[in-house]
């Protein structure tokens, strides 16, 4: 474990079978789905797990990134995350699976959904590999079909690893952990 965690709450191979499994949900769930959807993830800490979740996604997708910049380099989430680059692919009339890191407040996943709409894709599913409930300030509203998957529960810590960084480090470690606070405070 890296010595400024304080410990790991999922190492790689629980993380691997856990895309596993929402892979074949996701794949199941968009069986029938035509054109196939477009996975777009959220830049940076959604880089790994976009990464592991495509190759195990048994479809003929799309794929494309698009970046919001929430926190700089603290630990307190923005309400008015901005989309700094935007999308490659046209999304008009094709259903979405938006990718993340980590839903905490909500805000981010709302601005970037609202984007998508705002660009016709006709439906956005949300894949996050992490969910802190218990931090929800705005809650998506799901229409339709529109899906939403998550990887784990995320107790109310500040956790990096796995695409999750504090101030641009962390991202390369293969697990996710808590931080020591000495290393942000
Ligand atoms: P939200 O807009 O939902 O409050 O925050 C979403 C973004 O904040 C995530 O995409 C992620 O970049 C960042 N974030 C939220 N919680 C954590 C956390 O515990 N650790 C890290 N490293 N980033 C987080």
Redesign the pocket.
Known sequence: MHPHLESVLWTDDQISRRISDLAAQISADFLACSPPPVFIG?A???FLFLADLVRKIDLPITVDLIR?E??GSG?V???A?TISFGLKVDIKDRHVILV????????????VSEHLKSKGASSVSVCTL?D?PT????NLQLVGDEKYYRGFE?PD????GYG???AEL?RNLPYIGV?KSEHYE
């Open positions: 959220v940076t800490g959604a919001a929430s926190y630990t989430s923005n309400e995350p993340e890191d980590i839903v905490d407040t909500g805000h981010t996943l709302s601005r992490l802190k931090r929800r300030k705005v995320c810590y500040f956790v990096v999750l960084d504090f962390y931080l």
